[in-house]
């Protein structure tokens, strides 16, 4: 029944997450320019640009580390190139109006790097949007008191100790833990605070930095919109939306 209860407060924060975060792309790309998905899969998000404001195929960029999702990619004629974000993009200055990487830099091991490579790619007035967890919740809080590994940190290289270490397990059920290979997906590495966050966009350098909070643990669900606009700081994720100086 517990499990049941996050599981529900889980869906609903990443619905909502999401949701934001595709409605500040649409905007920032309806009146022009490219855009980079970066973490591009297969480039399934460009499915979505597509159809909800008719974003043209050559307008689409994407780089992503799996060379299988590239394959995929590329073999829909998408313009999907296989690559590390760990390291700097191979990109010029200046070539994007909007650059969005979605639940992927947590699973970086040099995520600064990535945020002002990404400030560097963009074009004056470009978009910068952002989704992931927070590491300064009270249910992480409650699981370090509790002698638990955080849900939302870094996790250990053996899936031996993260199913015994996790006090709740609510993320998707397709998602596979990996974090014994070489090149684990979906371990988290480095996971940034809403503050630490914040401060950071503005240190590179970002105008109009706006960040919004999705699911404030262990409050029930129909008291998330109020909480969340109240309490931003410790909500399970995040989405940043920082828009590089003119």
Request: negative net charge.
């Amino acid at each position: 029944m517990l499990h049941g209860y996050f599981k529900g407060l889980y869906d609903r924060t990443m619905r909502e997450s999401y949701d934001l975060a595709h409605r500040e792309i649409f905007a920032a790309l309806r009146d022009g320019g490219d855009c980079l998905d970066c973490g591009a899969s297969a480039g399934y998000k460009f499915d979505m640009l597509k159809e909800q404001i008719a974003l043209a195929p050559a307008r689409y960029h994407g780089i992503e580390w799996s060379p299988e999702c590239v394959a995929e990619a590329q073999a829909r004629q998408l313009n999907v190139m296989q690559g590390d974000l760990n390291r700097n993009l191979p990109f010029a200055d200046g070539a994007f109006h909007c650059v969005f990487a979605l639940s992927v830099i947590e699973h970086l091991l040099n995520p600064c790097r990535f945020l002002r490579e990404s400030r560097r790619v963009l074009a004056p007035g470009g978009t910068l949007v952002l989704l992931t967890p927070n590491i300064s919740t009270y249910f992480t809080a409650a699981l370090i008191l509790l002698g638990k590994m955080p849900s939302s940190g870094p996790h250990p290289d053996s899936d031996q100790l993260l199913q015994k270490e996790e006090l709740f397990r609510v993320q998707a059920e397709h998602v596979h833990h990996d974090t014994e290979g070489d090149s684990p997906m979906h371990r988290h590495l480095v996971v940034f605070s809403y503050r630490v966050l914040r401060s950071y966009l503005h240190m590179l350098g970002f105008e109009d930095v706006r960040g919004y909070g999705f699911g404030l643990y262990p409050f029930p669900n129909f008291l998330q919109p109020v909480l969340e606009k109240i309490d931003p700081y410790h909500c399970h994720q995040m989405v940043f939306v920082a828009r590089k100086a003119k």
